[in-house]
């Protein structure tokens, strides 16, 4: 199985030193924000969207092509493309704080939120000031094309999330709804990672836009398997299962079963989901239907038309360790229970 250390071999010069510019451009003034910033960012996940960056920014630097001279010792990667890699990072890392605070979320990651550990009012302060201090960085640096597609970015995320909440309130998330909240929630922000790797390193505007397709695609499939794993209660996400569910969230799974039930039964569906947050034989009830319709099997189908399709987009580019990662990436995503 592919582990997220394979997909890091090539890089892993450019992450020492990218993980070196996130500590010497984050500091707070003050003993108690500085305490919240530290705790946030020594927590902050597998690292999908810098990893991302970086391995498309080594893939276009025609410097690093070259197969011999290709290492996980050496640096392919500019301080230009570390900043387009800490732009993406740190606007996640703070929507993350944020989606905590509204879903009033205990843990992240196995560990106390920040909300839970400082309280809502505290945690979001912690995210504004980690994406105004992001932002600072950036026109600091004047680096204003990267700013400029980041910009966008950030109100796609934003939007994404009253979209979710808005269909949630009504339990009437369509296919269509759904694909549109995972590309505004997840997709473009990892769309915008690709396209900025690509843009630090020099890429001409058609193979920008490839890779913001390679981005988005990849980040539908892995918003897809997050939805296939809350039904999973043996995953290893560090969230409970049938998470979503009790948050009366109907996501793929569930969406392929209700498109081949008859309307009494759709009608039964959403009756458990609307009690699923307070009656755990609703929620098992629901859970067992989506399960045993074959959601799971059917998502992942869906799932893998993605990663397929990711795959076809890289398809041109010399076959290079840089390549090869971001392939042994698809096949971590399909594969992944965490």
Not at 68 to 97: D, F, N, P, W
Not at 207 to 233: C, H, N, P, S, T
Not at 294 to 304: I, N, P, Q, W
Request: include cysteine; charged fraction near 25%.
């Amino acid at each position: 199985m592919i582990s997220i250390n394979d997909i890091r071999k090539p890089i892993l010069k450019d992450l020492e030193a990218f993980d070196a510019f996130i500590a010497e451009n984050f500091s707070a003034e003050g003993e108690l924000l500085q305490e919240m910033l530290t705790y946030a960012l020594s927590s902050r996940g597998k690292g999908i969207r810098p990893i991302l960056t970086l391995l498309i920014a080594s893939m276009h630097n025609p410097n690093a092509i070259r197969e011999g001279e290709i290492s996980g010792e050496t640096q392919h990667c500019t301080k230009r493309t570390y900043l387009a890699a800490m732009l993406v990072e740190m606007i996640h890392t703070a929507s993350l704080i944020h989606d905590d605070v509204l879903d009033s979320a205990d843990e992240r990651r196995g560990k106390p939120s920040v909300n839970a550990k400082w309280q809502s009012n505290m945690a979001i302060i912690l995210g504004d000031y980690i994406l105004a201090r992001t932002m600072a960085l950036g026109m600091a640096s004047a680096q204003y094309d990267l700013i400029s597609h980041i910009g966008s970015a950030m109100a796609t995320l934003c939007e994404g999330e009253v979209l979710q909440s808005q269909h949630a309130d009504k339990y009437d998330t369509t296919r269509d709804d759904y694909f549109e909240i995972i590309y505004r929630k997840t997709a473009s922000l990892l769309g915008v990672s690709a396209a900025l790797g690509a843009m630090s390193a020099g890429a001409n505007r058609g193979d920008v836009e490839r890779m913001q397709k390679f981005g988005e695609a990849i980040g539908i499939a892995f918003q897809i398997q997050d939805d296939i794993l809350d039904y999973k209660r043996d995953n290893n996400t560090g969230k409970p299962a049938n998470n979503d569910l009790r948050e009366h969230k109907i996501t793929l799974p569930m969406i392929e079963v209700m498109e081949r039930a008859s309307e009494q039964e759709r009608q039964e569906m959403k009756e458990l989901l609307r009690r699923a947050d307070e009656d755990e034989e609703a929620l098992n009830k629901l859970h067992n239907i989506v399960v045993d319709g074959g959601g799971l099997e059917a998502a992942s189908e869906v799932l893998k038309s993605y990663l397929t399709r990711a795959m076809h987009l890289i398809h041109k580019y010399d076959d290079t360790p840089f390549r090869r990662s971001l392939i042994n990436l698809c096949t971590f995503i399909a594969e992944r229970d965490m």
